[in-house]
């Protein structure tokens, strides 16, 4: 069965070079929130997240929402393994797949082909299962002579879909999701849009931070609210964005989603009447 669980996970960053007395001090007063704090080899630490406690299940979606700061990008990067708790304890079943950042995994001084390959043996594919899978990201990321250049060489924008189509080519069993790759160009995204939702829908469990609400309504069945690293909400879309959102965001946010469905719907159904 694929879970995640979450148990009293608190997340520390150590500030170095903070022993000072007045340091402290001056960085004590200014920070807001009470993020601040002190850990057990009494070092200045940054408490990005405190005290969560969550559980998913397959066919769960959960949306992490929550200002800039308020720990959801390192809520992920804990979960991918790529930071270690400070406390508290976490237990994943299932492959997981993360999308957190656009160049994750890959070796910049070798070529897109080379990347490519290397993931393909890291995911213990077989030659011809790396063939196939040479074969759909380089289609998909339309890099033309480039896919056999080294990867320090490309633009931003060469990067993003590299690493989009990498991160999409092997679906896992539990996704994690960060905002950077709802960002991007209207013809990056339009290609990009449907086949994330495809592998959205083939995860077992999605977990998604994001700043666009139509996007967690659409695609979320449960979301979590987190403000200075703590958990302020807990419940369905409606429930929280209806408490997260100004009144008229909610509502735009909402009507933004009935036109989307309204498109979609309107699209299979000249699909099937052609």
């Not at 150590?14 to 001090?25: N, T, V």
């Not at 929402?65 to 708790?85: D, F, H, Q």
Request: hydrophobic share 45%; net charge neutral; aromatic share 6%.
């Amino acid at each position: 069965m694929t879970r995640i669980s979450v148990e009293h996970l608190s997340i520390d960053f150590p500030l170095y070079h903070g022993e000072s007395r007045s340091l402290k001090k001056t960085v004590f007063a200014a920070a807001s929130g009470r993020r601040l704090g002190q850990d057990g080899r009494k070092r200045l630490v940054v408490q990005a997240v405190r005290d969560v406690d969550f559980e998913l299940h397959s066919g769960d979606r959960l949306g992490l929402i929550g200002a800039n700061g308020a720990g959801k990008s390192t809520l992920l990067r804990t979960l991918a393994g790529i930071y270690e708790p400070s406390g508290g304890r976490i237990t994943i079943e299932g492959a997981l797949s993360a999308l957190l950042d656009a160049s994750q995994g890959m070796n910049p001084d070798l070529t897109g082909r080379e990347n490519i390959r290397l993931r393909g043996l890291f995911s213990g594919l077989n030659p011809k299962q790396i063939e196939q899978l040479e074969l759909d990201v380089a289609q998909f990321a339309e890099l033309d002579d480039f896919i056999n250049l080294p990867v320090r060489i490309y633009s931003s924008g060469m990067v993003v879909r590299l690493g989009f189509a990498l991160a999409t080519a092997i679906r896992p069993q539990i996704l994690l999701m960060d905002e950077w790759i709802l960002a991007g160009d209207a013809a990056f995204m339009g290609r990009a849009r449907a086949r994330l939702e495809s592998m959205v829908q083939g995860a077992e469990i999605l977990v998604l931070s994001t700043h666009a609400p139509d996007v967690v309504m659409q695609w979320c069945n449960r979301v979590i609210w987190l403000e200075g690293g703590r958990v302020r909400g807990d419940g369905t879309p409606h429930e929280i964005l209806q408490q997260y959102l100004p009144s008229d965001q909610f509502a735009q946010a909402s009507m933004a989603l009935a036109a989307r469905t309204k498109r979609e719907a309107d699209g299979m159904a000249n699909q099937q009447a052609a």
